[in-house]
């Protein structure tokens, strides 16, 4: 059974930090594109960050902020968020592709395999 299981959601104050990561069982991520993904109330699901065979991809409203990472051995991925704003308030999901893929992966088109989401929200 293909299953992508997210933590590390949570409130932080703005200028905090938080950890997201993502645990995957029924296969493995080896090679496979990556990505994070959010969606703020009312607003459409957007691409974060992604990590496909040519590098690492981040939305511009993220970049120098969020980092993300893959551990094969563990079979996790994770996004570190750093610098965090009221306005990367949000239910973030992985996700998992449905194989290699060479440049940007911001696209949810990519993806076949989802997590049920966890919800960050950074407020005073």
């Known amino acids: 059974q293909v299953q992508l299981v997210e933590s590390g959601g949570g409130l932080v104050q703005p200028g905090g930090s938080l950890r997201l990561s993502c645990a995957a069982s029924g296969f493995t991520l080896n090679d496979l594109v990556i990505g994070w993904f959010r969606q703020a109330p009312g607003k459409e699901r957007e691409g974060v960050s992604c990590?496909?065979?040519?590098?690492?991809f981040y939305v511009g409203t993220v970049k120098g902020r969020f980092t993300i990472s893959r551990d094969n051995a563990k079979n996790t991925l994770s996004l570190q968020m750093n610098g965090l704003k009221p306005e990367d308030t949000a239910v973030y999901y992985c996700a998992v592709g449905r194989g290699r893929h060479y440049g940007t992966c911001l696209d949810s088109y990519l993806y076949g395999s989802w997590g049920q989401g966890t919800q960050v929200t950074v407020s005073s």
């Open positions: 990590l496909s065979s040519t590098g690492t």
